[in-house]
């Protein structure tokens, strides 16, 4: 039969492997401190603390591992969104045509070192040597606009 502390060990690991997979099944964070603090306090069990010191192990850690939590959580949503990624981290660049855009039928434009498939926004055509702006991705082909700033 278990004894007290044997008991005790047992119920702060349950707690923490409870609290883990509770976490790992929501994704929230909010179970993650009390985790990491059942499972510090079941340790310091089994190193014999007495009870207020398990206490304090427990709110530490959880307080801790909180604090970290909620940091974590700021820097996340802070960060500006994905909508700049791949492709359509040209959308609002500049650009130039090196093979003329006829119509419906792409051309090819640089931006930078790259040269990309393009359409025009409405069909007409843009001349080889026009300064363009991306307007939007769509598909493997940069759909622009003649950027009239850059031609004045």
Request: cysteine-free.
């Amino acid at each position: 039969m278990l004894d007290g502390i044997d008991l005790a060990i047992l119920l702060w690991l349950l707690g923490g492997v409870v609290s883990g997979v509770a976490e790992l099944l929501t994704g929230t964070f909010f179970l993650l401190p009390f985790a990491v603090g059942a499972l510090a306090a079941a340790a310091a069990t089994a190193l014999g603390a007495p009870i207020p010191v398990v206490l304090a192990v427990f709110a530490g850690f959880s307080g801790a591992t909180l604090f970290w939590a909620v940091r974590y959580g700021k820097r996340i949503r802070s960060a500006p969104p994905a909508t700049h990624e791949g492709a359509n981290r040209y959308v609002d660049a500049g650009g130039v045509v090196t093979r003329t855009i006829e119509g419906r039928n792409a051309g090819r434009v640089r931006i930078g070192a790259e040269t990309w498939r393009a359409l025009s926004t409405d069909g007409a055509t843009i001349t080889e040597g026009t300064h363009v702006r991306v307007a939007e991705v769509r598909g493997n082909a940069l759909v622009v606009v003649p950027d009239s700033a850059q031609d004045s």
